[in-house]
């Protein structure tokens, strides 16, 4: 798999945009990125992943560089409860291909500890 | 839907006893299965995924085994706990559409 870097930190008030970048320059044609976070104590939460495209749902959008080699995190309001750490990963995208690739190694990185301040 | 149930929540357990640790996955057929622990930092680091029925691959070196008995269940044990053992272990599944890892709540294990 393809590894990520991070920022090990991030502020954001409460109401602002937060833009979280993740780098990924050696990322394969058929890996996506994906998005997760981690509220403290709990399992972390999918959020959103993409290929190549810029992606949009009900938490956040992706924003993925044309050369694919980074991607950027936006949650366009951002809340108190949005203080979490957020992992970017690269993975490819269905569990047959993961199998056939034998991509075991699914490991998150250190993440991003956000913290949005009231 | 497609639920995933992780088992205990919280456990503290003394230094040599053994360990089971259990996650089921309801809603899907032949996902693959992963056990992570995350111990200091916030890194998650992969013990254990299994692609079906009896098999198991391990990832680390370490005190612990899984075992896939069932389809939809994954169990983490130990014969004999370590203190370094303490962390907090999660559960995830993949299913055959792809796409997202869904993770379980979690177990904070303390060993004392």
């Known amino acids: 798999d393809a590894k990520t870097t991070q920022p090990t930190s991030m502020d954001c008030a409460e109401g602002r945009a937060a833009n979280l970048p993740c780098n990924h320059s050696?990322?394969?044609?058929?890996?996506?990125v994906y998005w997760y976070r981690q509220i403290h104590s709990q399992g972390p939460q999918y959020i959103i992943h993409g290929l190549k495209n810029n992606e949009t749902n009900e938490m956040a959008s992706l924003i993925i560089t044309e050369d694919r080699k980074s991607s950027t995190l936006i949650l366009p309001h951002a809340t108190l409860r949005d203080t979490a750490v957020y992992y970017c990963?690269?993975?490819?995208?269905?569990?047959?291909?993961?199998?056939?690739?034998?991509?075991?190694?699914?490991?998150f990185g250190e993440g991003t500890q956000l913290t949005v301040n009231p | 839907s497609q639920t995933i149930h992780q088992w205990p929540a919280t456990l503290v357990q003394p230094v040599g006893s053994p360990l089971s640790l259990e996650c089921t996955v309801e809603g899907t057929s032949n996902p693959n299965l992963y056990w992570y622990r995350q111990a200091a930092g916030r890194g998650l680091q992969l013990l254990f995924y299994s692609v079906g029925i009896g098999q198991i691959s391990s990832e680390v070196p370490q005190n612990l085994s899984a075992s896939r008995p069932q389809d939809r269940q994954f169990i983490l044990s130990s014969k004999k706990l370590l203190l370094s053992d303490s962390g907090f272990y999660l559960c995830?599944?993949?299913?055959?559409?792809?796409?997202?890892?869904?993770f379980g709540s979690g177990t904070r294990l303390t060993v004392v």
């Open positions: 990963i690269v993975r490819v995208a269905t569990r047959t291909e993961e199998v056939a690739t034998s991509g075991s190694r699914l490991t």
């Open positions: 995830a599944w993949r299913g055959s559409m792809g796409y997202g890892y869904t």
């Open positions: 050696t990322i394969s044609g058929n890996e996506y």
